[in-house]
């Protein structure tokens, strides 16, 4: 069976490691993948937005199943492309996707639906918006409404810190497009949580909960970035809150969403918060998150691509979905100056004896090097039997990879652990 995977990042890596435990996959193509995805995958340099040389790729090469993992082309309607093609897909078409390409529709959407999140107001004009923040209580989190590889959102403290984001976004094109209309919302407060579901648009599946660290820097400091870590699972999501979000966020998600005309089949990501007066939904990610897929999928018992054709079948209700006990820690390697401005290009050594707990996010080979590539590099994982020993070991593999400029959030799990008690 010819396999291929969409997309160059450690999410990527961690699907891909995932599906070639299926005995009857023979290769596995990551289109373009980067060079630590090539030990595991025969990688094409084909860009995740070009859908046409993407599609004319998978018919030529008589691909038998693709799995299109990143926003940008699940945004563009590659799932339906592919579809078009005779090639079985996992993730949701284009209309679906808007959940995650437009912060507009989604906070529509759970307005319209009863779906408990924070209260909002969206704008497309810059004065307009520059006049609502006079009104509004501090801090407050502003939006961009499209994608923006996962730093479109800015928590403003004062009056300023807001004004100068609505100027980035909307006058300065901080994001290009997606910053062209944004949303405003309340700041809400309470535990992080990450929950990613297998969902036919019939039957919805929650995975092993997770949480990730987002800012830069240790104690949550710094600026937002794609995220710098992981643990799974989350301890603030006890087994009576994931009874409440599937009673109250994530089967009325799904059904707002076939009452909309848009059917979701793939993998819906919840981005939630514990509030005091219940969970809310943050976000909604239209495909899996990165980086909690490299402590979700380490936890998974079930064979992942059974699981994923049974979602593109809509048969997700006959497939078994289980996980072990136990838990995961990935924390992330990035290159000092990351989210902004940082090296490429330095070499990585040592990562050849913790290979089997790496998943490489942005690096590519030079002969047989690998060098840096990004400014997310690595992400070192580690699975145990508690929380406290997968962070030891999730460390002690960090600490084994060396390359110039490395840096790493020395804090990962300490929340949940500090949770735990």
């Known amino acids: 069976m010819k396999t291929m995977v969409v997309g160059s990042g450690g999410r990527e890596h961690a699907l891909i490691r995932a599906i070639r435990k299926n005995p009857d996959v023979e290769q596995v193509y990551a289109l373009p993948g980067n060079g630590g995805i090539a030990r595991d995958a025969r990688c094409v340099p084909i860009d995740v937005k070009d859908i046409p040389a993407i599609v004319a790729f998978a018919v030529e090469n008589a691909v038998d199943y693709a799995v299109v993992a990143p926003d940008d082309p699940l945004v563009l309607g590659c799932v339906d492309a592919l579809e078009a093609a005779g090639v079985p897909c996992f993730g949701p078409r284009a209309n679906a996707a808007i959940i995650e390409g437009s912060k507009i529709f989604a906070k529509g959407l759970m307005k319209k639906y009863g779906i408990p999140t924070a209260a909002y107001e969206h704008f497309e004009d810059a004065d307009e918006a520059l006049g609502y923040l006079e009104t ?18 800015i928590i403003a403290q004062t009056l300023k810190e807001a004004r100068d984001a609505v100027n980035g976004m909307m006058r300065e094109g901080r994001f290009g ?80 969403m076939n009452r909309e005309g848009r059917t979701f089949k793939g993998c ?103 060098l840096t590539d990004g400014g997310r590099v690595l992400g070192a994982v580690a699975t145990a039997d508690t929380l406290k020993e997968a962070v030891a070991q999730a460390y002690a593999v960090a600490d084994q990879v060396q390359f110039e400029n490395k840096y790493c959030r020395r804090d990962i799990g300490a929340q949940a652990l500090k949770a735990e008690g």
């Not at 509004?136 to 959102?153: E, Q, S, W």
């Not at 929650?206 to 643990?231: F, Q």
């Open 177 to 256: 497009k997606s910053g062209e209309r944004i949303v405003i919302e309340e700041h809400l407060s309470g535990p992080e949580v990450s929950v990613l579901a297998f969902t036919d648009g019939k039957c919805l599946v929650p995975m092993v909960s997770s949480m990730d660290h987002k800012r830069a820097l240790d104690g949550d400091e710094g600026l937002n970035t794609g995220g710098m870590g992981t643990v799974a699972p989350n301890p603030y999501y006890t087994k009576e809150m994931a009874e409440r979000c599937m009673d109250e966020i994530f089967l009325p998600t799904m059904e707002a």
């Open 268 to 370: 819906l990501y919840f981005g939630l918060m514990l509030t005091e007066k219940g969970p809310k939904v943050i976000e909604y990610n239209c495909r899996f998150g990165d980086p909690e897929t490299q402590v979700v999928l380490p936890l998974l018992k079930s064979d992942l691509l059974t699981v994923m054709q049974a979602v593109t079948k809509g048969e997700l209700a006959n497939a078994q979905v289980e996980f072990v006990e136990g838990a995961a820690c990935c924390v992330i390697l990035a290159s000092a100056g990351y989210p902004e401005h940082y090296e490429k290009g330095l070499p990585i050594t040592g990562e050849d004896r913790v290979w089997d707990h790496l998943y490489v996010a942005g690096a590519k080979l030079d002969g047989k090097q690998l």
């Open 136 to 153: 509004v209580r501090f801090p407050i989190v502003l939006k961009a409404d499209g994608l923006a590889l996962g730093k479109g959102v």
